[in-house]
């Protein structure tokens, strides 16, 4: 359900999803918004709206989410290259699996699709 508002947001709020990883206790998420859009917007749509669908259907109360998230600027190409690696292992380094291709939860899983290689497409299409 999580990941479904994930797509819905990419839909309304984001200009492309890099990579996200979705584990037991938290979500990395690699997004660049819309220009309408800000992080903020795009975390209370997500958190609001997951929330609500899951609370619907396991019939629970309270909340889910912590109050505060953190975000930070990614400034160039081989610090954005160690953050996908590091979202899409993080499923390995907390044992969960052996791959990151493996953890179904993810974008390195090869039945989600991202932003990503059109993103890089795109960038090196304007630079020549």
């Not at 979705?22 to 209370?44: C, F, N």
């Amino acid at each position: 359900m999580v990941i479904d508002y994930i797509y819905r947001a990419k839909e309304k709020m984001l200009k492309y999803l890099l990579a996200f990883t979705l584990m037991p206790d938290h979500l990395h998420l690699l997004i660049i918004p819309k220009d309408e859009s800000t992080i903020s917007d795009i975390m209370l749509f997500l958190k609001k709206g997951s929330s609500r669908v899951i609370h619907i259907k396991e019939n629970t109360t309270g909340h889910l989410w912590a109050k505060r998230f953190f975000d930070r600027g990614i400034r160039s190409e081989k610090k954005l290259i160690e953050t996908v690696e590091y979202i899409h292992n993080n499923p390995v380094k907390a044992e969960l699996v052996k791959k990151p291709q493996d953890y179904s939860y993810s974008s390195a899983s090869p039945r989600w699709e991202t932003d990503l290689e059109r993103y890089f497409d795109l960038r090196y299409t304007v630079l020549k």
